[in-house]
């Protein structure tokens, strides 16, 4: 049985999904970008900026879920400019600092919202 998960510390959806669903102990998180919980606009700031703002929206969807960030097995990440990669890497280390998730990093022709980052996971719950 799935479990849609919904939080006011992550920003709503934008479209027609959730920010997360649990299907027998896994949580399929939506992929986060750079909006701001109720006010649903880009934080200024440049990559890092964005980044954070990304992994603190991805970790209210995790726990929420009754998961943690040291649960998440696998991320996605997907940048409007692989040139992002090591400011990106830099921020999304602080949060996994022991025994990382899996993960991929992309580059993309745009992202919603015109953002520079957006990241998605799967964890245990």
Known sequence: M????????????????SQGVVHNGIL????????IPGEMKIIDGGVKIQAEQVMENMKAVVEVSGSSMEKVLKC??????MNDFTSVNEVYG?????DPPAREAVAVKTLPKNV???ISCIAAV
């Open 2 to 17: 799935k479990k849609i998960v919904k939080t006011s510390a992550a920003p709503d959806a934008i479209g027609p999904y």
């Open 94 to 98: 602080r949060y996994f600092k022991a």
């Open 116 to 118: 520079l980052v957006e």
């Open 76 to 81: 996605t990440i997907f940048l409007a400019d």
């Open 28 to 35: 399929y998180c939506s992929g986060q970008i750079a909006l």
